[in-house]
């Protein structure tokens, strides 16, 4: 998860801030929405709730927590960008947008919105290094 301007974004550009499973520790409606997703799938039994939830970790603690720890750990876009080119946001990897991030932001509209996010980062990034280059080289 990496922050900037009043944001909170994962490594693949979904928004942090409106994720239900990130918020399940301190918001009590996302906590409820959560734990009957989780129940439905077979990850919580009927009687457990968010205490059980808490205790077991089942709640997103960032992209660059602790990955033993971490919601989705075998998250593809996880591993290329964090483990393998140790990047804080797909947007500072020079292969930008790769096929595969493309492919994967077309599934639905969270990951469009996530791509878009994304490439806004990239295009502040490629401006950032471009002003940082003109600075250094008015001073020599």
Not at 43 to 72: F, I, K
Not at 118 to 128: D, V, W
Request: proline content about 3%; overall charge negative; glycine content about 8%.
């Amino acid at each position: 998860m990496t922050e900037g301007k009043g944001e909170m974004m994962g490594v693949c550009g979904l928004d942090c801030a409106s994720c239900e499973i990130r918020r399940l520790p301190f918001d009590a409606v996302a906590a409820a929405k959560t734990v009957a997703w989780f129940r439905r799938e077979g990850w919580l039994e009927e009687s457990e709730g968010v205490e059980e939830a808490l205790t077991r970790s089942m709640y997103c603690q960032g992209c660059l927590g602790d990955r033993s720890l971490h919601w989705s750990a075998d998250c593809w876009i996880l591993q290329c960008c964090v483990d393998r080119k140790h990047l804080q946001s797909c947007a500072e990897c020079g292969d930008f947008p790769c096929p595969r991030l493309i492919d994967w932001s077309r599934q639905n509209p969270s990951y469009t919105k996530a791509l878009q996010r994304l490439r806004q980062r990239h295009q502040t990034s490629i401006l950032f290094a471009t002003d940082q280059g003109n600075c250094s080289s008015d001073q020599t």
